[in-house]
């Protein structure tokens, strides 16, 4: 499962969702650290102003002033009394040391110097005294939470005086300390992020905009419908200029188009005066050998010219039976005596252009002849979202690291440029081109013996079904 959006929207609308996650998280600590601070303090206070009570008995000069607490604290406390000894340390109990030194620090700011200060936590039902009042108090409180344990102070100014004894109940937690924090949080999170989202989707919406219009303009090289600038102004202007690049491009390929037509026109003319002029040659063998060059030539430029206008066919796509395609191809080369067979296979349409199509697979087939022992095998299969025409050979197949190289343009096995022997290089990658230009590929794969060896060369163009 992918838990990282792959376009922007998502991911910013995830890193702000994150980022808020973590940020009300570290406020959630320390709103959390806060009031339980303040509920100890709160306790202490209370501890502090029982205990003055009953020490200010003791001595006149004590100020009389103190900052009461919280009458919530206060309902939680009991008076302060005199006892002769401190309480009694049971095994349950937890002595709170750093409190103790808080207390003496609050005490001492009265002017009240302590010489022992004893805290205790201590369960409610290990208190008698504790015990009894909670129970006075569950009859008056109803439905209210009640307290589960209870601080046991006691301190004594003199060594050997009377000890001052004040207890506290120790509220409960609040029952639901974060739902607020929570409420907030989702509150934040609905104006936050709705309102990213929505600046999001103005910002993105020109961009998805703009790169389907990529994707058409390099399938099509039609630049005839230009995309109406929307979105904010740096979009707006990312828009326009690409707008002007498809402009330039296609008066490109339009130049282009014409030049190569210009070249074609002007090479073709003179080829075809030089066939007419060899005829008068009278060395059968010679003319032989001068006409074989000439149709060379004109095939090489042939090639040429057709590899350079397949990115901007001029025919449409058409329905066709691709799998009648594919047998009237092999039945040229059948009428023609070459040993092409085809394996048939289910009636397959889908949209192409059959012209480039037919000339994709007259390379493929013409190609497997030429280096594959004067045989090929053409199949057709249909896999789920493609379909793939397979040819095969018996030759001797290609080295493995010269697979991919033998699709660049000019790129042959053999080094020379001799047409029976392979020509100049081109049927491959113009057979790759042709493929492409439907929005499939070509796969160049050697077939292997069950010994070892190479068995022969496996072409497989893939179509996609759309």
Do not use: C
Request: proline share 7%; net charge positive; hydrophobic share 45%.
């Amino acid at each position: 499962m992918r838990l990282w959006p792959r376009s922007l929207q998502g991911q910013l609308l995830l890193a702000v969702a994150v980022a808020l996650l973590l940020g009300q998280a570290i406020n959630a600590t320390l709103l959390y650290r806060a009031q339980a601070e303040r509920r100890e303090a709160a306790l202490m206070s209370t501890v502090a102003f029982r205990l003055y009570g009953a020490l200010r008995d003791d001595d006149e000069a004590v100020p009389r002033r103190f900052r009461r607490p919280p009458p919530e604290a206060m309902a939680q406390a009991f008076p302060g009394t005199r006892e002769p000894s401190a309480p009694a340390i049971l095994p349950s109990d937890h002595r709170l040391v750093e409190q103790e030194q808080t207390l003496r620090a609050i005490l001492a700011n009265q002017g009240i110097a302590l010489a022992a200060v004893q805290i205790l936590r201590r369960d409610i039902e290990a208190d008698p005294v504790a015990q009894r009042r909670l129970e006075r108090r569950m009859r008056r409180a109803g439905g209210e939470r009640l307290p589960d344990s209870v601080i046991v102070a006691a301190v004594r100014r003199d060594a050997n005086g009377p000890w001052a004894v004040a207890r506290v109940l120790v509220p409960p937690p609040p029952g639901r300390p974060l739902l607020g924090l929570l409420l907030q949080t989702l509150v934040i999170y609905a104006l936050l992020v709705g309102a990213i989202a929505l600046i999001l989707q103005r910002l993105t919406r020109p961009l998805k905009a703009l790169t389907r219009r990529v994707d058409h303009f390099a399938a099509t090289r039609d630049a005839s419908d230009p995309m109406v600038p929307t979105g904010p102004a740096d979009v707006q202007q990312l828009i326009t200029a690409h707008n002007a690049l498809e402009a330039r491009i296609a008066a490109l390929l339009d130049e282009k188009n014409v030049m190569l037509g210009a070249i074609g026109h002007d090479l073709k003319t003179p080829l075809a005066a030089l066939r007419v002029r060899i005829e008068s040659v009278e060395d059968e063998t010679q003319r032989a050998r001068m006409a074989a060059t000439i149709d060379d030539i004109a095939r090489s430029l042939d090639d040429i010219l057709s590899l350079a206008r397949v990115g901007r066919p001029g025919d449409p796509l058409e329905v066709t039976d691709l799998t009648a395609l594919t047998a009237q191809v092999v039945e040229e080369f059948e009428d023609m005596g070459e040993a092409v067979s085809f394996a048939g296979a289910e009636r397959i349409t889908l949209p192409l252009r059959p012209t480039w199509l037919r000339r994709a697979l007259r390379n493929l087939i013409s190609n497997a002849l030429r280096h594959g022992g004067s045989t090929a095998r053409v199949s057709l299969a249909r896999q789920p979202g493609s379909v793939t025409i397979t040819v095969e050979d018996e030759g001797p197949g290609i080295p493995a690291e010269d697979l991919q190289r033998m699709l660049e343009p000019f790129t042959r096995g053999d080094p020379s440029r001799n047409r029976g022997t392979g020509g100049a290089g081109l049927g491959l990658t113009l057979a790759r081109a042709i493929a492409e230009q439907h929005g499939g590929s070509l796969t160049l794969a050697n077939r292997t013996a069950p010994d070892g060896s190479l068995a022969g060369l496996t072409a497989s163009l893939t179509l996609p079904l759309t």
